[in-house]
């Protein structure tokens, strides 16, 4: 079993729908949370970083923990196509870059 | 400001045979993170660099290896190549030893046939 888990997609939505990515993991030593997007040929940019449990909020971005179930989830408002990339979710036990442990990502398509 | 900076952005090479990737870190950023980016795997830890000094090594045979330099750019090399090497490599920094946010650059994408 892989220390995080997170479903590839591709998921396709409408322009202006609510999007809800998901990543479930299994060490419960994780203490940073973050999601990154991903568009294709470019590398990984930060989008939200949590730490430990509890709700951010960032524009039309809202990063959840839920430590207590090994949950974490990035909601997307109104979503436009130029949000269709793939979001991968990262986390760590310590504060450091090195110890990030990524999700595989879930491909997202924002349509007209 | 200039972002993570990779060379090359593409690269074919032959099984058994070297190779030297390069980055250079966004200006001030000290620390130098790689990764591998296989299909299907997800990212996966390679190495960090800070300081000029090897911080911590990830799940990887001896065959990958890499360097930085005082000007904190960093190289990575991969020696006897492998098909399942086929991946995309990419370089992040950040600005202190051990931040959390790392900044990556587009990646190297290398194909071994």
């Known amino acids: 079993q892989k220390e995080v888990e997170q479903d590839p997609g591709p998921l396709s939505v409408p322009e202006g729908a609510i999007v809800s990515l998901n990543c479930t993991y299994s060490n419960s030593a994780f203490q940073y949370f973050m999601w990154y997007r991903q568009y294709s040929r470019k590398g990984p940019e930060l989008l939200m970083y949590?730490?430990?449990?509890g709700n951010k909020e960032d524009g039309r971005f809202t990063a959840q923990v839920d430590k207590s179930s090994k949950y974490i989830s990035l909601f997307i408002r109104d979503s436009q196509p130029s949000d269709s990339a793939t979001y991968l979710c990262a986390m760590s036990y310590t504060g450091t870059a090195s110890k990030l442990t990524f999700g595989t990502g879930t491909r997202l398509q924002v349509t007209l | 400001e200039a972002g993570v900076t990779q060379s090359p952005t593409h690269l074919i090479k032959t099984r058994g045979q070297q190779v030297t990737l390069r980055c250079s870190p966004i200006?001030?950023?000290?620390?130098v993170y790689w990764y591998q980016q296989a299909l299907g795997l997800g990212l996966q830890f390679l190495l960090w660099?800070?300081?000029?000094?090897?911080?911590n090594r990830g799940n990887f045979p001896p065959r990958f290896s890499g360097r930085q330099f005082p000007n904190y750019s960093s190289e990575l090399n991969v020696n006897a190549l492998e098909l399942e090497d086929s991946a995309l490599y990419l370089c992040?920094?950040?600005?202190?030893?051990?931040?959390?946010?790392?900044?990556f650059g587009q990646g190297t994408r290398l194909t071994v046939v």
């Open positions: 200006s001030g950023h000290t620390s």
């Open positions: 949590t730490y430990s449990s």
């Open positions: 992040a920094s950040s600005p202190l030893g051990g931040a959390t946010e790392a900044f």
């Open positions: 660099y800070d300081e000029g000094e090897e911080r």
